[in-house]
């Protein structure tokens, strides 16, 4: 349960930059899922309208066209019929056998019921001659003989309902017209059928839901070109923003260790000029007294303690100035800084130290220099407190992607006990990364956590920190 939490406080705690994309586009998908629907909507009613209006034109085409046939079929009877009695078999026999006669189209028949529902007529259905059909229903249940009956005593009209077709024997949806010879007692009519109109119609609702469905693929194509486009401009500004802010804060770490830099100079011009001739006066003055103490055993042990304290102090206030600032760093280059850095460091330690270096073909700059300078200062320092290191080799050289630096020693590497690690560990690392990323380079460190014995460190400089020959021809590495 509590991961659960846990999983959905995560899901909540989105970024900045993430918030402002959810607020750009979460309307924007809103406004075309609205938009899609507004449409599809307005489009299906458009379109069922439009639909409805050319089936009702199709189908009032049909009517008028049965209503003519009808028509030719009384005009050819009437003569038959306005002479004959109400009885008179013969002339009705006559009729029957005429309007049998009269077939058009591949369907179309005229037909006749007497209004007892007896059929009379039908040529191209001639099972249904001589039976009777009362309460006759299609497939839908909707009457047939009893409303034409009803249709043609009324004075004539319209009908639908599914019937067979003749020519296929499939059953289709047909409109008739029928009207009624009052006199004999009958009720005549012709039919046509409408597949063709409800195909026409079918087809038509199908292309409109091609078209419906097409423009929705366009609003969401187009849609997402838009959220494509917004998260693109997004990924552009915020890269841009992010370059420019690594590219100032690239800019603050430099003058951060120009200022560092330049801070550490002016500490050891004031502890080498200042404070420790300051002592150096003090010892020459106490070394004077004594001489002029004369045979007083106590005064001049006591002075010769205070002497000897003040050498160790003097010495001291000069290693912390060569730490903090070395002059031969400036004066004669970064190998003979490196060489005077490892013989502290083995005097002082007592750990091997092999230092190797080769003169390069061009000079490293000042920003070079002092940042490896600063890097193997702090390896240094790592193995004189963690490495339990018995030697260390230090090489300085050249390659053709410019200065190499490598530190390497036989320690335990970095693995002290957990105890011994603090919440500034791993600072002078990061110090070390960000020296070298400062100059475009790279930094390795392999240590016995992959395996290895001891601890390797790698500083990379290119080639654009190196000076041509000829401008520093005094100089060396």
């Given at each position: 349960?509590?991961?659960?939490?846990?999983?959905?406080?995560?899901?909540?705690?989105?970024?900045?930059?993430?918030?402002?994309?959810?607020?750009?586009?979460?309307?924007?998908?809103?406004?075309?899922?609205?938009?899609?629907?507004?449409?599809?909507?307005?489009?299906?009613?458009?379109?069922?309208?439009?639909?409805?209006?050319?089936?009702?034109?199709?189908?009032?085409?049909?009517?008028?066209?049965?209503?003519?046939?009808?028509?030719?079929?009384?005009?050819?009877?009437?003569?038959?019929?306005?002479?004959?009695?109400?009885?008179?078999?013969?002339?009705?026999?006559?009729?029957?056998?005429?309007?049998?006669?009269?077939?058009?189209?591949?369907?179309?028949?005229?037909?006749?019921?007497?209004?007892?529902?007896?059929?009379?007529?039908?040529?191209?259905?001639?099972?249904?001659?001589?039976?009777?059909?009362?309460?006759l229903e299609d497939l839908n249940g909707t009457p047939?003989?009893?409303?034409?009956?009803?249709?043609?005593?009324?004075?004539?009209?319209?009908?639908?309902?599914?019937?067979?077709?003749?020519?296929?024997?499939?059953?289709?949806?047909?409109?008739?017209?029928?009207?009624?010879?009052?006199?004999?007692?009958?009720?005549?009519?012709?039919?046509?059928?409408?597949?063709?109109?409800?195909?026409?119609?079918?087809?038509?609702?199908?292309?409109?839901?091609?078209?419906?469905?097409?423009?929705?693929?366009?609003?969401v194509g187009i849609a997402i070109a838009a959220l494509?486009?917004?998260?693109?401009?997004?990924?552009?500004?915020?890269?841009?923003?992010?370059?420019?802010?690594?590219a100032k804060l690239k800019q603050l770490t430099q003058?951060?260790?120009?200022?560092?830099?330049?801070?550490?100079?002016?500490?050891?011009?004031?502890?080498?000029?200042?404070?420790?001739?300051?002592?150096?006066?003090?010892?020459?003055?106490?070394?004077?007294?004594?001489?002029?103490?004369?045979?007083?055993?106590?005064?001049?042990?006591?002075?010769?303690?205070?002497?000897?304290?003040?050498?160790?102090?003097?010495?001291?206030?000069?290693?912390?100035?060569?730490?903090?600032?070395?002059?031969?760093?400036?004066?004669?280059?970064?190998?003979?800084?490196?060489?005077?850095?490892?013989?502290?460091?083995?005097?002082?330690?007592?750990?091997?130290?092999?230092?190797?270096?080769?003169?390069?073909?061009?000079?490293?700059?000042?920003?070079?220099?002092?940042?490896?300078?600063?890097?193997?200062?702090?390896?240094?320092?790592?193995?004189?407190?963690?490495?339990?290191?018995?030697?260390?080799?230090?090489?300085?050289?050249?390659?053709?992607?410019?200065?190499?630096?490598?530190?390497?020693?036989?320690?335990?590497?970095?693995?002290?006990?957990?105890?011994?690690?603090?919440?500034?560990?791993?600072?002078?690392?990061?110090?070390?990364?960000?020296?070298?990323?400062?100059?475009?380079?790279?930094?390795?460190?392999?240590?016995?956590?992959?395996?290895?014995?001891?601890?390797?460190?790698?500083?990379?400089?290119?080639?654009?920190?190196?000076?041509?020959?000829?401008?520093?021809?005094?100089?060396?590495?």
């Amino acid at each position: 349960m509590m991961g659960l939490f846990s999983r959905m406080r995560d899901m909540i705690n989105i970024s900045y930059g993430q918030k402002v994309f959810l607020l750009a586009t979460l309307p924007l998908i809103g406004a075309v899922f609205l938009i899609a629907l507004v449409v599809s909507a307005q489009s299906r009613q458009l379109a069922e309208r439009e639909i409805q209006a050319l089936e009702a034109q199709l189908i009032e085409t049909k009517r008028a066209e049965l209503k003519n046939y009808l028509s030719i079929a009384r005009t050819a009877v009437v003569n038959t019929y306005g002479r004959a009695a109400p009885d008179d078999e013969e002339a009705k026999l006559a009729v029957s056998r005429e309007l049998a006669a009269m077939l058009y189209g591949q369907d179309g028949y005229f037909f006749v019921f007497d209004y007892e529902g007896n059929n009379l007529v039908a040529p191209r259905q001639t099972y249904l001659i001589g039976k009777n059909w009362t309460g006759l229903e299609d497939l839908n249940g909707t009457p047939i003989t009893d409303e034409l009956i009803r249709i043609a005593r009324t004075g004539g009209g319209y009908h639908s309902f599914d019937w067979p077709k003749p020519s296929t024997g499939a059953t289709e949806r047909m409109i008739v017209y029928v009207n009624g010879l009052q006199d004999w007692r009958w009720a005549i009519g012709t039919g046509v059928f409408i597949d063709d109109v409800l195909e026409n119609v079918a087809a038509a609702r199908a292309d409109v839901e091609t078209r419906i469905t097409t423009t929705s693929y366009y609003i969401v194509g187009i849609a997402i070109a838009a959220l494509i486009a917004v998260f693109m401009t997004g990924m552009f500004l915020n890269l841009r923003e992010r370059r420019l802010a690594d590219a100032k804060l690239k800019q603050l770490t430099q003058r951060i260790f120009d200022t560092q830099e330049e801070e550490r100079g002016r500490v050891a011009r004031e502890l080498h000029d200042g404070i420790s001739q300051m002592l150096v006066g003090v010892r020459y003055a106490l070394e004077l007294t004594r001489r002029k103490v004369g045979d007083d055993a106590g005064i001049r042990d006591s002075l010769n303690k205070g002497i000897d304290g003040l050498g160790s102090t003097i010495q001291e206030v000069r290693r912390i100035s060569r730490d903090l600032r070395p002059g031969v760093l400036d004066d004669l280059g970064l190998g003979p800084a490196l060489q005077a850095l490892t013989d502290d460091f083995s005097t002082r330690t007592g750990i091997a130290v092999e230092f190797e270096t080769v003169v390069f073909r061009n000079r490293l700059d000042q920003e070079a220099r002092i940042a490896l300078y600063r890097i193997a200062q702090e390896a240094l320092t790592n193995i004189e407190r963690h490495a339990e290191a018995g030697t260390v080799q230090v090489s300085l050289k050249g390659n053709r992607k410019g200065a190499n630096l490598r530190i390497v020693d036989d320690g335990i590497g970095m693995t002290w006990p957990q105890q011994e690690r603090r919440p500034s560990a791993g600072l002078g690392l990061r110090n070390m990364q960000e020296r070298i990323e400062q100059l475009g380079g790279t930094l390795r460190i392999l240590s016995a956590r992959t395996g290895t014995t001891g601890t390797v460190i790698e500083a990379q400089v290119p080639l654009s920190h190196m000076l041509r020959p000829q401008n520093t021809a005094k100089e060396s590495a």
